[in-house]
T-cell receptor, first 114, second 112 residues
Framework: GENVEQHPSTLSVQEGDSAVIKCTYS??????FPWYKQELGKRPQLIID?????GEKKDQRIAVTLNKTAKHFSLHITETQPEDSAVYFC?????????????FGKGTHLIIQP | DADVTQTPRNRITKTGKRIMLECSQT?????MYWYRQDPGLGLRLIYY???????NKGEISDGYSVSRQAQAKFSLSLESAIPNQTALYFC???????????FGPGTRLLVL
């Protein structure tokens, strides 16, 4: 099955700086890569996703890049704000349509220092 | 997402007891999932169902069973609870495309 590794487990950045979280996956057939944000005591919520036919996707201050050859993808958050503090999970799924559900990384606790 | 609900939200039980966690959704999605979240381990898939007649084991199904009573309802049972099943449990749904998943609010379970 798929295996997803996520780094770092904890990331502390100054407010206004950028944050980068990296994930690698093992199965080259995986074709969908979402990122979820989980605030303290809340449920995970999708913030951005990318499919294997796209190299980069951006939505305001967040962006995701995918390198299929190296089997890794990254989340980039620019101009970080206090509300960005949360745990972020990357995930990968195999076709068709996530047949076996999502395989999640172990999460990154992002801390925004004022 | 208010369209996916879980009951109970918190539960304390004793070792050996049978308990059931319930999930309901009004999103009209065919696919439903149960995940377990432990600190530092992320979200791990327990069981998933693509329709009422389709049930599949996930990564960590031992000690758990499920029932898909209707398209909108998917229950997770612990036949004989043990302390290492103490965790936060999430139900999730997705449409037939199966990609974007919508999570319920979670059930915090403590097994003494």
């Amino acid at each position: 099955g798929e295996n997803v590794e996520q780094h770092p487990s904890t990331l502390s950045v100054q407010e206004g700086d950028s944050a980068v979280i990296k994930c690698t996956y093992s199965d080259s057939a995986s074709n969908y890569f979402p990122w979820y944000k989980q605030e303290l005591g809340k449920r995970p919520q999708l913030i951005i996703d990318i499919r294997s036919n796209v190299g980069e996707k951006k939505d305001q201050r967040i962006a995701v890049t995918l390198n299929k050859t190296a089997k890794h993808f990254s989340l980039h958050i620019t101009e970080t704000q206090p509300e960005d503090s949360a745990v972020y999970f990357c995930a990968a799924s195999l076709p068709p349509g996530g047949a076996d559900g999502l395989t999640f990384g172990k999460g990154t606790h992002l801390i925004i220092q004022p | 997402d208010a369209d996916v609900t879980q009951t109970p939200r918190n539960r304390i039980t004793k070792t050996g007891k049978r308990i059931m966690l319930e999930c309901s959704q009004t999103k009209g999605h065919d696919r439903m999932y149960w995940y377990r979240q432990d600190p530092g381990l992320g979200l791990r898939l327990i069981y998933y169902s693509f329709d009422v007649k389709d049930i599949n084991k996930g990564e960590i199904s031992d000690g758990y069973s499920v029932s898909r009573q209707a398209q909108a309802k998917f229950s997770l049972s612990l036949e004989s609870a043990i302390p290492n099943q103490t965790a936060l449990y999430f139900c999730a749904t997705s449409d037939a495309g199966g990609e974007t998943q919508y999570f319920g609010p979670g059930t915090r379970l403590l097994v003494l």
